[in-house]
C-alpha cells in the first residue's frame, strides 16, 4: 500500500491553500455532528440547541474582527462572501445609476470574476495597478474613483505575496465619493488583528479553511443598516440575506476556529514571522539568484514569496514534494496549459519571474527543525535543476 511506503517526513508549507484542522476544532464538529442535528429553524429543542451552536459561533467569529454578531451572515466560504458582498451591493445601488465598480489587479478570482460577469451585464469596471511591491497605491484609487462608484473592493492581505493593503485611507477615500468599500480578509484574518471598524470598511469577507477551521465555510461581515440583495433566495435564514438551513457543524468549527485564533493571534504570528524571516534568509543566503516578490515590511507573518532564477517553479514544486515538502506556485493551471501569475504580473514582473517563483505559507505546525531541512535540502535541488536547463540538447 503506496501509504505504508510513505516513510518520508512531510512539511507542509502550504497554509494559505488551506489548513489542516485542529483536534479542539474537530472535537466541536464531531460534537455538534452527533448531538446539534436539529434544524436552527425549528421552534423545539432539538433546533433551539443547533441554534445555540450557530449563535455561539457567530459571537466568536465577531469576536475576530470587533463585530457585533448580528452583523455576520455564514455563507459557503470566501468566495460566497465575495460574491453577496461584490454582487449584493452592487445590484442594490444599480437603481440609484451608480454603475462603476473598482477592484485592485492581484484579487482573488472571486473578486476578479465577480466583477468580469458583472462587467458583462453592464456595469464599468476599474483595476487599480499595484507596483513592485505589491501594494495598491492611494493615487491609483483617487484617478479611479467615479461619481457613479458604488463598490471599492481591495483585499486585506493578498494570497500570494501576502502583503497588507491601506485599507484605511482606501476606505476614507471611496467614502469621501460615496461609494461602499469591500475588503477580502481571506488571508488575513486569524493572521493578523482585525478590527472592522478601526479599518473603516463597509463589507469584510473570511473563510474558515484559512484559519484551521473546515473548508466550504465562511462569513461576511456587513456594516448594520447597509442594504446587499441576496444571492439565493429561498427561506429567511441568516436575515433573509442568504437562504437554505445552515451547515451547522461547519459554522460551529468556524467559530471555534476563530476563538482559538483570537486568543493565539499575537504569540503565534511573532513566532510564524520568526519562522519565515529564518526560512527567507536561509534561502536568500545558501541560494544564488534569488529575491523575495513584493515588499517585506508589510506583510502577513506567515508568507514569503520567492523568485529562483533559472527555474521553472512548476519543477521545482514536484522536486520539492518528491522530498516531502509541500509548497505552492501562484501560477494556475487551466485547461492544460499554466498561466503565470496574475499578481506577479500585475506587480510588473517579467513573463520569467512570473513563473519562477514559489510561495512558502507557514502555519501552526511548523517547527524550527523543518525550516532547517528545507533551507539545506534546496540548494542541491535548485542546483541540479539548473543544471538540467543548462545541459545541451541531445541529437
Ligand atoms: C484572498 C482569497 N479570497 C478568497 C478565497 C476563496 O475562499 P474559499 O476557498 O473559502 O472560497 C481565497 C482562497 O484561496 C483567497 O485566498
Known amino acids: 500500500m503506496l501509504r505504508f511506503l510513505d516513510t518520508v517526513q512531510r512539511i507542509y508549507l502550504d497554509h494559505n491553500a488551506t489548513t489542516p484542522l485542529l483536534p479542539p476544532i474537530i472535537d466541536r464538529m464531531t460534537a455538534v455532528l452527533r448531538d446539534d442535528f436539529g434544524n436552527p429553524s425549528s421552534v423545539h429543542h432539538f433546533g433551539q440547541q443547533a441554534k445555540g451552536a450557530v449563535d455561539d ?15 455576520v451572515l455564514f455563507t459557503s466560504g470566501g468566495t460566497e462572501a465575495d460574491n453577496i458582498a461584490i454582487r449584493g451591493a452592487a445590484e442594490a445601488l444599480e437603481t440609484t445609476g451608480r454603475k462603476h465598480l473598482v477592484a485592485s489587479a492581484i484579487e482573488h478570482e472571486a473578486v476578479l470574476n465577480t466583477l468580469k460577469a458583472l462587467a458583462r451585464r453592464g456595469w464599468r469596471t476599474t483595476l487599480l495597478p499595484v507596483d513592485q511591491s505589491g501594494i495598491v497605491s ?26 497588507i493593503q491601506p485599507i484605511v485611507e482606501l476606505a476614507r477615500m471611496a467614502h469621501e465619493r460615496g461609494a461602499l468599500f469591500h475588503t477580502d480578509a481571506v488571508q488575513s484574518a486569524g493572521k493578523i488583528p482585525i478590527d472592522v471598524k478601526a479599518l473603516g ?6 473563510s474558515a479553511h484559512k484559519f484551521y477551521g473546515p473548508k466550504g465555510v465562511g462569513a461576511l461581515w456587513i456594516r448594520r443598516g447597509l442594504r446587499v440583495l441576496p444571492l439565493l433566495t429561498g427561506g429567511r435564514q441568516e436575515r433573509s440575506r442568504r437562504a437554505g438551513t445552515e451547515n451547522v457543524p461547519g459554522i460551529a468549527g468556524m467559530g471555534t476556529a476563530a476563538r482559538i485564533a483570537a486568543r493565539k493571534l499575537v504569540e503565534e504570528g511573532a513566532r510564524l514571522a520568526c519562522l519565515r524571516d529564518r526560512l527567507e534568509a536561509g534561502i536568500l543566503q545558501s541560494v544564488p539568484g534569488t529575491a523575495v516578490n513584493g515588499a517585506i515590511d508589510v506583510r502577513v507573518p506567515n508568507t514569503t514569496n520567492i523568485s529562483f532564477d533559472r527555474v521553472e517553479a512548476e519543477s521545482l514544486l514536484i522536486a520539492l514534494d518528491l ?10 493551471c487551466s485547461s492544460g496549459t499554466l498561466e503565470p501569475s496574475h499578481v506577479l504580473k500585475a506587480m510588473g514582473f517579467n513573463a520569467h519571474r512570473t513563473q519562477n517563483s514559489i510561495r512558502f505559507s507557514l502555519g501552526a505546525g511548523n517547527t524550527e527543525a523543518e525550516i532547517d531541512r528545507v533551507v539545506a535540502v534546496l540548494p542541491r535541488i535548485v542546483e541540479k535543476l ?10
Not at 493615487?139 to 461619481?147: F, K, M, P, V
Not at 522530498?323 to 494556475?332: C, K, M, P, R
Request: proline share 4%.
Open 323 to 332: 522530498e516531502g515538502i509541500a509548497v505552492s506556485t501562484g501560477s494556475a
Open 57 to 71: 459561533a457567530r459571537s466568536d467569529v465577531a469576536a475576530l474582527i470587533g463585530a457585533d454578531p448580528s452583523e
Open 201 to 206: 470598511v463597509d463589507m469584510l469577507s473570511l
Open 386 to 395: 539548473r543544471s538540467l536547463t543548462r545541459a545541451p540538447a541531445r541529437a
Open 138 to 163: 492611494p493615487g491609483a484609487l483617487l484617478e479611479a474613483l467615479a461619481d457613479d462608484t458604488a463598490v471599492v473592493s481591495v483585499m486585506h492581505a493578498n494570497n500570494e505575496i501576502g502583503t
